[in-house]
């Protein structure tokens, strides 16, 4: 299909005539496909949190990397995204992306039912994964360059926020669709799942420099049921009796001839949980009450198929593409050139926006685990899947809601209240002892901290949409260029957040040392923009569609010489 000639949006005629339905239905049909694919990059996170409840062995820091490297694998994929659509065209461009992403929900889904599949294998579907992030670079630079400068903002608020609402679609269906057989047998049949909750006041331990020395059951009805082991004083292990009325936990299934699991009948019981160190000492004593029933895990990953081929077919249907310069692959890299000061801006940019969207993607892709990890341990502990669409459903409402606010006053000024408001979110989990939590009482004020950040940094999101394209102004193709490029690098959010954040743990213990690292990175991005693009006089202020901005007090001559500095002829 013929791609579209002298596109011209700044036109009013053309605009009202011919440019606003066809731009209004790309950024319909294109973030439809985004939303699939914020759902396909962000499903990792949602799954890991399950795995080792149905038998994976994987450690903490493991499955922080799954749930990382999708983020990986899409700020790589962005820079290369962000040349695709002058290349190949909006139509191709979206079509075969959204299409390809099949593959990874599809050995997901067959994967997470195989307990032998290694930790190597998740990684590299993860890092597949991850095409749903890399999209996202080609998805914005075509809906900046079909719209006008007025409605950029507009428009990709909306793209972004709706977009974003992926993220929260894969963390909220997830528990819900991984409970049933939703898709039928077709997919597969039902893994055990195993829960296990602390029974309060069962027992007391009594323990010496980390060793347990004794134990002493507390409650009447499974004092006959327990047995503490000891030889010679010392104690050697604690069993379980069972009686009439405390049975052992016991899974229940029917298989096929195969040997496949088609039902998981549920069953109730207690267990005993005994820990030891390298030497066989007994460094802890608990007893729990377990259920065992059946999950669907690979529903996670089936349940988005048909969706992906659903956008596949509209993004081939109604999708046009326009005819723009092509620049090439070492194109992109222009904004790093000292034309315009262009190398200066494109830095200040890439750091404001890991400031807001890698904060967002970054956060949204750990905050499972951040909850099974900081209050799993506690009694009444809180299901990660039950919060963690939370978070990123306010960022991506609020980037759809102020976009066109930002219109009217300016990003800059956005980004840099919503910078103090990300400051002031760490500092409360910080200070408040929301990361180090002695009891599960602490866990309400550390959610109201997350979706802090997180409102904070979609609002901040939206901002950049505005403001970047304004410090590129007097090169409309910059400025989309801007767009796909901070984007790439703020992708690798989700790979940053939760290898530092494992890291952190690793090394101390605790996460606090990472959202202190996040503090001091959001005060450096704070003063950037304050610098550059919002205090009096600042070098490319943004004051909105009503205070105008640094271009627009450009005379005509100056503007001229700028568009000729950038495009390398004499000034």
């Known amino acids: 299909m013929a791609r579209i000639q002298n ?95 099949v593959l990874p929900m599809v050995w997901l889904g067959y994967a997470v039912q195989d307990l032998n599949t290694p930790w190597s294998t998740f990684m590299i579907i993860g890092f597949l994964c991850g095409m749903g992030g890399g999209d996202f670079s080609s998805f914005m630079p075509s809906t900046s360059i079909f719209f006008p400068k007025r409605l950029q903002g507009t428009a990709m608020g909306i793209q972004a926020g709706i977009g974003n609402f992926g993220v929260s679609v894969a963390q909220f269906v997830a528990p819900w669709i991984i409970g049933f057989a939703a898709l039928g047998t077709v997919v597969g049949g039902p893994q055990v799942f195993t829960k296990a909750d602390p029974i309060k006041g069962a027992i007391t331990v009594t323990k010496d420099a980390g060793i347990v020395k004794d134990v002493v059951i507390s409650q009447p009805e499974l004092a006959t049921a327990i047995e503490v082991v000891k030889e010679d004083g010392v104690l050697k292990n604690v069993v379980l009796r ?48 377990v259920v065992k029933k059946g ?41 790093l050139s000292s034309r315009n000061r262009a190398r200066v801006h494109t830095w200040n940019c890439t750091m404001t926006y890991i400031c807001s969207f890698g904060s ?149 213990g605790a996460v606090t040392a990472f959202f202190i690292g996040c503090a001091v990175f959001y005060v450096y991005s704070l003063l950037v923009n304050w610098w550059y693009y919002t205090r009096n006089g600042a070098e490319r202020f943004d004051y909105g569609n009503g205070g105008g901005t640094w271009w627009d007090k450009l005379s005509e001559s100056e503007k001229e010489r700028m568009k000729r500095i950038d495009l390398g002829q004499a000034a």
């Open 242 to 289: 069972e009686t009439d009325k405390v049975k052992a936990i016991k899974a229940e299934v029917k298989k096929d001839d195969r040997g496949q699991i088609t039902e998981v009948v549920t069953t109730k019981g207690v267990a005993i949980d005994v820990k030891r160190n390298a030497a066989g000492q007994i460094t802890d004593v608990a007893v729990r009450s």
């Open 360 to 508: 967002f993607s970054g956060f949204s892709a750990a905050f499972p685990m951040l909850i099974k990890t900081l209050y799993g341990g506690f009694d009444g502990a809180p299901d990660p899947l039950a919060y963690a669409y939370i978070g990123p459903l306010i960022g991506g409402l609020v980037r759809m809601l102020t976009g066109g606010f930002f219109d009217k006053i300016g990003g800059s000024k956005g980004m840099q209240w919503t910078t103090v408001g990300q400051i002031g979110g760490v500092a409360f989990l910080v200070f408040g002892g929301y990361l180090t939590p002695t009891s599960i009482a602490q866990f309400d004020g550390f959610l109201w901290g997350m979706l802090w950040i997180f409102l904070m940094s979609g609002i901040n999101n939206a901002a950049t949409f505005r403001q970047y394209p304004i410090v590129f102004a007097y090169s409309p193709a910059k400025g989309a260029q801007m767009l796909g490029w901070t984007g790439a690098w703020a992708a690798f959010g989700p790979f940053v957040w939760n290898s530092l954040i494992a890291t952190s743990l690793e090394k101390t």
């Open 295 to 335: 999950m669907w895990l690979q529903n996670a990953a089936f349940i988005w198929v048909p969706f992906l081929v659903l956008a596949f077919i509209l993004s081939v249907v109604f999708l046009r593409s326009l005819q723009l310069p092509v620049r090439g692959f070492m194109g992109q890299f222009e904004i």
């Open 7 to 101: 596109w011209k949006p700044e036109d009013p005629v053309f605009w009202k005539e011919t440019g606003s339905a066809l731009a209004w239905r790309t950024c319909g049909v294109t973030t439809f496909s985004l939303i699939f694919s914020f759902a396909t990059w962000f499903i990792m996170s949602a799954v890991v949190v399950r795995m080792p409840a149905i038998g994976f062995k994987f450690t903490t820091t493991e499955l922080f990397w799954l749930a990382a490297i999708p983020g990986l694998a899409a700020g790589i994929l962005r820079l290369i995204h962000s040349n695709f659509i002058p290349l190949l065209g909006t139509r191709s461009v979206v079509s075969i992306a959204t299409i390809l992403k």
